[in-house]
Nanobody, 115 residues
Framework: QVRLVESGGGLVQPGGSLRLSCAASGSIFSINVMGWYRQAPGKQREMVATITSSGSTNYADSVKGRFTISRDNAKNTVYLQMNSLKPEDTAVYYC?????????WGQGTQVTVSP
């Protein structure tokens, strides 16, 4: 059974930083794309950033220049470094991954940006 477990969310002031981690475990043959998505109250889930197994990245326009996605293939882990956080970044952040050609979601971690 494959699991994705996120960590690193919390409460931070505007302008602050947080680092999210997501580790995949279980019966894993291969991991292609890994990514971070978020869902704010009353809004649809949206892509924040994705990264392929070779390191190609893609970012939502709203986070370009502030967030950085990276991964450690040896640890089956993806990270999201979030800097210059804004109140509008407040959301539940979900990790997603294409593992052996099936898509999996983590349980989500809350990020709150507030004075």
């Amino acid at each position: 059974q494959v699991r994705l477990v996120e960590s690193g969310g919390g409460l931070v002031q505007p302008g602050g930083s947080l680092r999210l981690s997501c580790a995949a475990s279980g019966s894993i043959f291969s991991i292609n794309v890994m990514g971070w998505y978020r869902q704010a109250p009353g809004k649809q889930r949206e892509m924040v950033a994705t990264i392929t197994s070779s390191g190609s990245t893609n970012y939502a326009d709203s986070v370009k220049g502030r967030f950085t996605i990276s991964r450690d293939n040896a640890k089956n882990t993806v990270y999201l470094q979030m800097n210059s956080l804004k109140p509008e970044d407040t959301a539940v952040y979900y990790c997603g991954a294409d593992i052996s050609r099936l898509w999996y979601w983590g349980q989500g971690t809350q990020v709150t940006v507030s004075p």
